[in-house]
C-alpha cells in the first residue's frame, strides 16, 4: 500500500511540475518587459510610424564642398510635414512645410535661391524619416541585419536604386539613431544623426 501511496505521490508531484513548467514557459514566451521587442517589431514600428518629431544633425557631402546644420522635423502623416533649419546662424528660421502636397517656404528675408543652391538636399525630402520609410517599403530588395547594439534598415532609393540608404535603430529603445544616405559611388553623401527623436506608430 505504501508503495503505491508513493507512486500516486510521484505521479501528481510530476504533473504539477509539468504544469508549472508549461505556465512559466507560456508566461516567459509572451511577456514583454519594457522595450524587449523583437527585432521585426521594431522595424514594423519604424515602417508603420504615425508620425514624428526629431531634432537632427545633418552632414552633407559633395564634390565641392561640405554643408552641416541642425534641422527640427515634423511630421504628421503624409499631408502634413515641416523642416526648421536651427543651425547654421545664416540661414537659421528657413522653414518648409508640406500641407496637402503644396510647399511653403517661409522666411523671406533670406536670398532663398542662394539657400538651395549652396544647401543641397534641404529643399528636397530626401532629409525624412518618411522619405526612407517609402523607399523601404516599395523596394523589393529592402532588408535588415542586426548585431547586440542595433539594428540597420537597408534600402535604395525608388528613383534611382544606385543610392543606397541605411537607417539604424537602436535595439533597447527602438527609436533611429542615424541615417546615411550613399550616392551612386558609394560614398556618404548624406548623414543624419538623431538628437532627438519621438516616433509615434499608434
Given at each position: ?12 508531484i510530476l ?15 509572451n511577456l514583454?518587459?519594457g522595450?524587449n521587442?523583437?527585432s521585426?517589431?521594431?522595424v514594423?514600428n519604424i ?8 531634432v ?7 564634390n ?6 541642425v ?9 502634413q ?10 540661414i ?34 530626401h ?31 525608388i ?8 537607417l539604424?535603430i ?23 544623426l ?9
Amino acid at each position: 500500500m505504501k508503495i503505491e501511496k508513493k507512486k500516486k505521490y510521484f505521479i501528481v508531484i510530476l504533473i504539477i511540475l509539468f504544469i508549472l513548467l508549461f505556465c512559466c514557459f507560456y508566461m516567459v514566451k509572451n511577456l514583454k518587459i519594457g522595450n524587449n521587442k523583437s527585432s521585426q517589431e521594431m522595424v514594423d514600428n519604424i515602417l508603420n510610424m504615425k508620425s514624428y518629431e526629431a531634432v537632427i544633425e545633418v552632414e552633407v557631402k559633395s564634390n565641392k564642398n561640405e554643408n552641416k546644420y541642425v534641422i527640427k522635423q515634423q511630421y504628421n502623416g503624409e499631408n502634413q510635414n515641416s523642416q526648421e533649419v536651427l543651425e547654421p546662424s545664416n540661414i537659421k528660421g528657413v522653414k518648409i512645410t508640406k500641407t496637402n502636397g503644396e510647399l511653403k517656404i517661409e522666411n523671406t528675408n533670406l536670398n532663398l535661391l542662394s539657400v538651395f543652391e549652396n544647401y543641397e538636399y534641404l529643399s528636397e525630402n530626401h532629409l525624412d524619416l518618411n522619405s526612407f520609410i517609402s523607399d523601404y517599403k516599395d523596394n523589393n530588395n529592402s532588408k535588415y541585419k542586426e548585431n547586440q547594439e542595433e539594428i540597420i534598415m537597408q534600402t535604395s532609393s525608388i528613383n534611382n536604386s544606385k543610392i543606397e540608404k541605411n537607417l539604424y535603430i537602436n535595439r533597447k529603445t527602438g527609436e533611429p539613431t542615424k541615417l546615411e544616405i550613399k550616392d551612386t559611388n558609394k560614398k556618404t553623401a548624406v548623414y543624419i544623426l538623431y538628437k532627438e527623436v519621438d516616433v509615434n506608430s499608434k
